[in-house]
């Protein structure tokens, strides 16, 4: 089965833009989505496909792509973005997740 | 709405075995197959494999064969996860998620809330 990498953690300052990256060859085939979850707190889709948001998510979020490189957007952090975001992807096997990258928003 | 439910918090002792529950409400269980992940305590989420809910057949992960099970009881519109001979390693949240779309643009939701399984003597 195929990997995703992930930073472990990335912190931005409060209305800063950050950018969350996913690196992996089942990328170069499948499109990736994104999770947020929250200490306590199921997975939320944010990102699925090329870069569409299900319903309720702000804007500020937005997804993009290229070769086998995924990212997630967040533009003007805000205090709730602090959480653990996870890429995933269509794999040969299956599915697979990225390690995971910790938000903080300072 | 599109909802999963899943069965409550349980503690095991190292051997036994648990079944954990995923009731599908505001769509037809049968309409998308269900996928489970594990969450180990402070760890990432963990792909576990996925049952067709059509047919039933259940696909596991590596890691995942042999002690653990994929069912359906779609009369009560439920999957079920089952796992046997726990061992303090098997510690972790499962979640249940529905898989929409299809071959490469394919995602997760909604998820369940998760259930807690601690297996301790």
């Known amino acids: 089965s195929s990997e995703l990498t992930q930073d472990p953690a990335v912190s931005v300052a409060l209305g800063q833009t950050v950018r969350i990256t996913c690196q992996g060859d089942s990328l170069r085939s499948s499109f990736a989505n994104w999770y947020q979850q929250k200490p306590g707190q199921a997975p939320l889709l944010v990102i699925y496909?090329?870069?569409n948001r299900p319903s309720g998510i702000p804007d500020r979020f937005s997804g993009s792509s290229s070769g086998n490189t995924a990212s997630l957007t967040i533009t003007g952090a805000q205090a709730e973005d602090e959480a653990d975001y996870y890429c995933?992807?269509?794999?040969?096997?299956?599915?697979?997740f990225g390690g995971g990258t910790k938000l903080t928003v300072l | 709405q599109v909802q999963l439910v899943q069965s409550g918090s349980e503690l095991k002792k190292p051997g036994a075995s648990v079944k954990v529950s995923c009731k599908a409400s505001?769509?037809?269980?049968?309409?998308?197959?269900m996928n489970w992940v594990r969450q180990a305590p402070g760890q990432g989420l963990e792909w576990m494999g996925w049952i067709n809910t059509n047919t039933a057949n259940p696909t596991y992960a590596q890691g995942f064969t042999g002690r653990f099970v994929f069912s359906l009881d779609t009369s009560v519109s439920t999957a079920y996860l089952q796992i046997s001979s726990l061992k303090a390693e098997d510690t972790a949240v499962y979640y249940c998620?529905?898989?929409?779309?299809?071959?490469?643009?394919?995602?997760?939701?909604?998820w369940g809330q998760g259930t807690l399984v601690t297996v301790s003597s």
């Open positions: 496909g090329k870069n």
């Open positions: 505001g769509y037809t269980l049968t309409s998308y197959a």
């Open positions: 995933h992807s269509r794999d040969s096997s299956g599915w697979v």
């Open positions: 998620a529905r898989v929409v779309g299809a071959s490469s643009l394919s995602w997760f939701d909604p």
